[in-house]
């Protein structure tokens, strides 16, 4: 089978489709659009077709192929960790802008945030806290990728910090009501890093009021939310004493993560 026959058979959206044959074959995605005649293997056509007949089923790109990029990192990723997303790389920016030189990342997943700030602050002390003993797995194993030294822990949410205070604290938590209907186009994703309670607040609710807890004076508390959760996010972090509580828009526009100081 020719790369062009490959494609035609795939009945994938284009683009998709040369990914898959790339991360398939070992051709560079260039190579798959400029040399159509090629021939394949055996071998990359086989696992092309079992790619492709996946991908028709609903299984996301980045669980195909293993591996997702975030903030300039290639992350390792299974179906145990949340496909790091775009809007999730404006918590680092803002990360970035503050000063700090200890910082947690609560509910790490696959590492992405933890990881993506010590590379860009390798000075800082980096903690990485995790539930999920097989997500924390694959957390690890990005970080020996990357040989950056995040320290991680197992727990959940503030558990395994004990009395220990940070000047960051950062969270990309499950914020999905139960019951909302974009949680059917996310089945094969963890619900447990997605789902949060009736009305997608119950972690977020728990992240800011342990909050306090574990910042120094004038440290920094971050969250990521959903659509229409600013305004609640805001209400809990003033009425658990943050100071200059505010939030920022994603790249699309929508309200994604709340912050404040202790
Ligand atoms: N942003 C993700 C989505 O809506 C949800 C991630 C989360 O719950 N933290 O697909």
Same mark, same amino acid.
């Given at each position: 089978?020719? $790369? /062009?026959?490959?494609?035609?058979a795939a009945?994938l959206? *284009?683009r998709e489709?040369?990914?898959?044959? /790339?991360e ?8 798959v $659009?400029?040399f @159509?005649e090629r021939?394949l ?8 077709l079992?790619?492709a007949?996946?991908? #028709?089923?609903g299984e996301p790109?980045?669980? $195909?192929v ?6 300039g990192?290639?992350l390792?990723?299974?179906?145990a960790?949340?496909?790091?997303r ?6 680092v920016?803002?990360s =970035?802008q503050a000063?700090?030189?200890s910082?947690?990342?609560l509910?790490?997943g696959?590492?992405?945030? +933890?990881l993506?700030?010590?590379?860009? #602050?390798?000075?800082?002390r980096v903690v990485?806290?995790e +539930?999920? *003993? &097989? &997500? =924390? +797995? ?8 990357h040989?950056?030294?995040?320290e991680?822990r197992?727990g ?5 910090? *004990?009395?220990? %205070?940070?000047? =960051?604290?950062?969270s990309?938590?499950?914020? $999905?009501a139960l019951g909302? @209907?974009?949680?059917a186009?996310l089945?094969?994703? @963890? +619900?447990q890093?997605l789902e ?5 607040l119950?972690?977020? %609710?728990?992240l800011? /009021?342990?909050a306090? #807890? ?5 440290g ?5 939310h959903g659509?229409?959760?600013d !305004?609640?996010? %805001?209400?809990?972090m003033?009425? /658990?004493?943050?100071?200059?509580v ?5 790249? !699309?526009g929508?309200?994604?993560v ?5």
């Amino acid at each position: 089978m020719t $790369i /062009a026959e490959a494609l035609g058979a795939a009945d994938l959206e *284009a683009r998709e489709a040369r990914l898959l044959l /790339a991360e398939a074959s070992g051709f560079s995605q260039a190579s798959v $659009i400029a040399f @159509p005649e090629r021939t394949l293997s055996r071998e990359a056509e086989e696992r092309f077709l079992s790619f492709a007949a996946r991908r #028709r089923r609903g299984e996301p790109v980045a669980y $195909i192929v293993g591996h997702k990029e975030f903030y300039g990192l290639e992350l390792a990723v299974t179906p145990a960790v949340l496909i790091p997303r775009p809007e999730t790389e404006l918590l680092v920016e803002l990360s =970035l802008q503050a000063e700090f030189s200890s910082a947690v990342d609560l509910g790490t997943g696959s590492g992405a945030l +933890a990881l993506a700030l010590k590379r860009h #602050r390798p000075g800082a002390r980096v903690v990485a806290v995790e +539930a999920s *003993a &097989a &997500a =924390l +797995a694959v957390a690890r194993r990005n970080a020996v990728k990357h040989g950056l030294e995040v320290e991680f822990r197992h727990g959940r949410w503030f558990e395994p910090l *004990a009395a220990e %205070r940070v000047d =960051l604290l950062i969270s990309n938590p499950p914020y $999905i009501a139960l019951g909302d @209907p974009h949680l059917a186009g996310l089945g094969h994703e @963890p +619900a447990q890093a997605l789902e949060a309670g009736p009305d997608g607040l119950e972690h977020l %609710r728990r992240l800011v /009021a342990g909050a306090a #807890r574990h910042l120094n004076p004038g440290g920094r508390l971050l969250l990521e939310h959903g659509l229409g959760q600013d !305004a609640e996010v %805001r209400g809990l972090m003033q009425v /658990a004493g943050l100071r200059g509580v505010r939030t920022w828009p994603d790249l !699309a526009g929508i309200p994604r993560v709340t912050g404040g100081k202790a």
